[in-house]
């Protein structure tokens, strides 16, 4: 079908509108990617600006060898599903997903044809005659996949698609989802700030924060290798510990620690990244040298694992800790091993992974 | 930076829609005002045999010795501050019992609103009728309750004729404000009610500390709309008096409408349209500053 | 109070509640007064009309007055429309009142969306003398609007209150249809950009539908200030076929200084605004919702 780039796309601040600063990418067909963030990062500009309903002040938006910039979205041959859905509320469910290819002069054999495919995969048959309000949230959310689906776009766009369903359903719809765009031999964008759904469901994700790229990778690549600081810290949860250590060449000092850097550096200051999840018990007869001696200050019971808030001895660094649930943990003194493996550096002035 | 033609196009249909109503709006009242200007410079009436003759502002300078001019002028003032005060209070009146949630309240609101509903030509006969000095249900009603001995003509006497219009005004219109501070009052969470409350305020302090100062922009913005409407009254007492007795409740409107369309006198007559128009717009102008104010004021109290 | 005995507890909690069931009691009757008040206030001048309108002529004049009347009679009734076109003056308002309703929507639905979304230059100074132009009373216009009916010599001609009415009530649809517009969510606008919908198809398919109830609530507006215009069907129109209920009405109180006739003016009255009060009736919340919509806004 068509490849999606988006060639150094700016958005200058107007009204209701999130600035956008020099994005370029490229989604590839049958390529789910996920714009990630939080609100106000610009990955809703993003996607309006794919979609037409914005217009970048500078920059080139293609699909496939046609600059669309300067078209309207009808014209683009893409499809969006609302984060409302947005579904024309005075028109039945078989009108909704008509519209837009009547719009475009299809004979009514082929919309009724394509219509009966799209409602027949995902189970809309009996509501054809509905209107919008005569159907259930989860119900909804179907049909504004299906109008997309029917236009077999060039483009699929989704906006928060599932932020207005229960968490129940969402995570049904979620899984859906990623059936039913595993089949799509187009580019899928795809915005959400949950961090979850875009780990689930993307090939790549695309992190933005006020208005500039921050990582584009693969949803492991951005757990295990985050780009920098601000990604380290906005995927994963709980939250990565992030300290920052006076810098001594091969050393980094945690107290009286010395945590090994993998090169010498020259700075006077690093940021050292660890998750939760990572840090572990030091076992018996383990060299105790990596093992940081701490107490617990504060137990929080997550369910299938307790987050401790340990205070390392003698600094003022504070780690947060993901371990068993099968011990009692309030006020007692353990000790931590840091896997090297599962360190992370950071520059503390601009924030970039060192290593 | 580029131009983004998708913008033009989009304000460039903006401007067709918008056309047809502009056109209609200064076809009808930037218009008439503009010509009003320009004919006030000329003299044409019957003196002139009604053909327009530059005069310059001798127009305006009549006006300034013209002593009907002024009772006229007067007359509307009083007839404003008047009635726009009290449509105030009774307005408020009634917003505040409507407020009040009670069986039946839908339908009390429905004749609540009628009178402002209704022709005010009609209604002008209606009260001509009933403050009729003869047959009048006013001046039996009165005489019955022993409060007068005779009856009063209460249109014919230069005494009375104003403030009887000013009462069919007050009944007409009170409608109009009463709805406008519903508005206002169902606006007011009522948890600011029940903090209150639970400090210890009566109802009546709650009155004064909460409902007042909170309903304030509903207050001028309808005192603006009545204020506005209230000075050039017309129909109400062409109906009614017709500006008499004597004078006695001619408003500028009247005097305008007589000027032209009886005396034929279209130069001067442009010339007091110009005049009122002035003063009206100076009179909004203040309001609506104090309005903004007030609003931002407002503001500020929110966000501290 | 220093010591409560027994005694002393259980009584004075039940004669407190006496007096607060006695508090309770007044003020229900004090507020069954003012709504009675209201009432009052609002319909005793209608009333006192249609009664007079049902009254024989001798009932009319007696002294002191008669209050309910002790013969009923159609007499007035059959008068208005025996002796002078009124049913012409019916058909006149309704033509010119409708008709101006329709033209009024028809043009400023577009401009009201176009000032509510499309983001056009100089908005703010538009909006602002859309409002202004609310307070103009009609006086200031009818000398420059007489010119041009003459000019245009539409003098006795429908549009000459057509045109004008159309304008008049153009304000108040802008206000109260772009607050409507701006109500609506904008992803439907955005979904229907696309799906591939123009601006005019889109105001006209997906919008209009959905802003129908609003079109009634400031369509109703419209007709009942149009119905109730005064100086402009005064000075336009003076064929006496093609009067408007309110300026024949008027004029009827006026053909016979020593005898006005009370029972036909009555008469007439109750008929010229029997159509309103079933507006009213009909539409009250709406026109409620309507008048706040139009002055809050601004």
Excluded at chain 1, 210 to 227: C, H, M, N, V, W
Excluded at chain 1, 247 to 253: F, P
Excluded at chain 3, 159 to 172: E, G, K, M, R, S
Aim: charged share 15%.
């Amino acid at each position: 079908m068509a490849k999606l780039s988006l060639r150094n796309l700016n958005k200058t601040f107007a009204p209701q509108v999130v600035p956008l600063k020099d994005l370029s990418l490229e989604v590839e067909d049958g390529e789910f990617l996920t714009l990630l963030g939080p609100s106000g990062c610009g990955k809703s500009t993003t996607l309006r600006l794919i979609a037409g309903l914005e217009q970048p002040t500078q920059g080139e938006i293609w699909i496939g060898d046609r600059d669309v910039t300067q078209q309207p979205p009808g014209d683009r041959n893409i499809a969006m599903v609302f984060q409302s859905y947005a579904l024309y509320p005075h028109m039945s469910v078989y009108d909704n997903m008509a519209s837009g290819l009547r719009l475009k002069r299809m004979p009514a054999t082929e919309i009724h044809h394509r219509i009966d495919e799209v409602s027949q995969f995902l189970g809309l048959d009996g509501l054809m005659q509905r209107k919008p309000g005569q159907l259930s949230g989860g119900q909804r959310q179907r049909v504004a996949l299906a109008r997309a689906l029917v236009r077999r776009p060039d483009v699929f766009l989704l906006d928060e698609p599932l932020s207005n369903l229960d968490a129940l359903l969402r995570e049904q719809v979620r899984a859906e989802l990623k059936q039913i765009f595993a089949d799509q031999p187009t580019p899928i964008v795809y915005v959400t700030h949950d961090q979850t759904e875009a780990m689930t469901l993307s090939t790549r994700v695309a992190v933005l924060n006020e208005g500039l790229l921050q990582q584009l990778d693969s949803p492991k690549r951005i757990y295990t290798r985050p780009a920098n600081r601000f990604v380290a810290s906005f995927i994963g949860s709980p939250q990565m510990n992030l300290l920052s250590l006076p810098c001594q060449g091969e050393y980094a000092l945690l107290g009286r620690y010395k945590v090994p850097l993998p090169q010498p550096i020259r700075l006077p200051e690093v940021v050292l990244g660890i998750r939760p999840e990572h840090l572990r018990l030091a076992r018996p007869g383990e060299t105790l040298a990596l093992a940081l001696q701490g107490q617990v200050m504060l137990v929080e019971n997550l369910g299938m694992s307790d987050l401790l808030s340990i205070q390392i001895e003698n600094t003022p660094y504070w780690l947060r800790a993901l371990l068993s649930p099968d011990q009692s943990w309030a006020d007692r003194q353990i000790s931590l091993m840091l896997p090297s493996e599962s360190l992370h550096w950071f520059d503390p002035q601009t924030g970039d992974r060192l290593f | 930076m580029r131009q983004d033609s998708l913008r033009q196009r989009e304000q460039r249909t903006g401007w067709w829609l918008v056309a047809p109503a502009l056109l209609f709006l200064i076809l009808i009242y930037a218009y008439p005002i503009a010509r009003s200007i320009g004919l006030s410079l000329f003299s044409q009436n019957l003196g002139t045999e009604l053909q327009p003759v530059f005069t310059g502002l001798s127009n305006y300078s009549r006006m300034a010795v013209d002593g009907r001019f002024w009772q006229s002028l007067g007359n509307t003032t009083l007839f404003t501050v008047l009635s726009v005060l009290l449509e105030l209070l009774l307005g408020l009146g009634i917003a505040l019992v409507l407020n009040r949630s009670f069986r039946g309240r839908g339908v009390v609101r429905t004749i609540a609103l009628l009178p402002w509903a209704l022709p005010t030509a009609l209604i002008a006969t209606t009260w001509t009728w009933i403050f009729n000095d003869q047959f009048g249900v006013w001046n039996d009603l009165l005489l019955r309750l022993g409060l007068i001995q005779t009856g009063v003509n209460w249109l014919g006497d230069p005494n009375w004729a104003l403030w009887t219009v000013i009462a069919a005004d007050v009944w007409k219109t009170t409608p109009f404000i009463a709805i406008l501070l519903l508005a206002g009052l169902q606006s007011i969470p009522a948890d600011l009610y029940e903090a209150h409350a639970i400090d210890g305020a009566t109802a009546w302090q709650s009155f004064w500390q909460i409902t007042l100062p909170l309903l304030l922009p509903q207050i001028l913005i309808a005192s603006l709309f009545r204020f506005a409407q209230a000075f050039g009254i017309f129909d109400l007492i062409q109906v009614m008096t017709g500006g008499g007795p004597g004078g006695a409740t001619e408003t500028v409107s009247i005097y305008i409408y007589a000027t032209i369309m009886r005396y034929l006198d279209f130069g001067y007559g442009a010339a007091l349209v110009v005049v009122t128009f002035v003063i009206l717009s100076l009179a909004v102008a203040l309001a609506a500053w104090g309005l903004t104010r007030l609003r931002a004021a407002h503001n500020l109290g929110d966000s501290r | 109070m220093t010591q409560l005995s027994p005694r002393q507890s259980s009584r004075s909690p039940s004669s407190r509640s006496n007096r607060r069931a006695q508090v309770v009691w007044m003020q229900r009757l004090g507020f069954g007064l003012a709504i009675g008040a209201i009432v009052g206030f609002s319909l005793a001048p209608i009333l006192w009309q249609v009664l007079t309108s049902v009254k024989t002529t001798a009932d009319i004049a007696a002294i002191p007055n008669v209050y309910l009347p002790r013969q009923f009679t159609a007499e007035h009734y059959l008068e208005i429309f025996r002796r002078q076109p009124f049913f012409n003056y019916m058909l006149n308002s309704f033509l010119v009142a409708s008709l101006s309703t329709l033209l009024c929507l028809a043009i400023g639905t577009p401009a009201a969306y176009a000032l509510a979304r499309l983001r056009l230059p100089g908005e703010s100074a538009l909006l602002a003398g859309v409002l202004i132009v609310t307070l103009f009373p009609y006086i200031l216009l009818f000398l420059g609007l007489l010119e041009l009916v003459r000019m245009f010599g539409l003098a006795n001609h429908y549009l000459a209150l057509i045109v004008p009415y159309t304008a008049i009530n153009l304000p108040l649809t802008i206000l109260v249809m772009r607050s409507f517009f701006q109500q609506l969510p904008r992803d439907l606008e955005d979904s229907a950009k696309v799906d591939g919908y123009n601006t005019l198809q889109m105001l006209w398919q997906i919008l209009l539908p959905l802003t129908l109830p609003a079109l009634v609530t400031t369509g109703i507006l419209a007709f009942i200030a149009a119905w109730n215009e005064f100086i402009f069907a005064l000075t336009f129109i003076t064929r006496e076929s093609m009067k408007t209920i309110p300026v024949a009405v008027a004029q009827l109180s006026g053909t016979a200084v020593f005898e006005i006739p009370y029972g036909a003016l009555a008469a007439a009255t109750v008929v010229g605004t029997l159509p309103l009060v079933v507006l009213v009736l009909l539409f009250q919340r709406r026109i409620v919702q309507g008048l706040t919509a139009g002055a809050v806004k601004g």
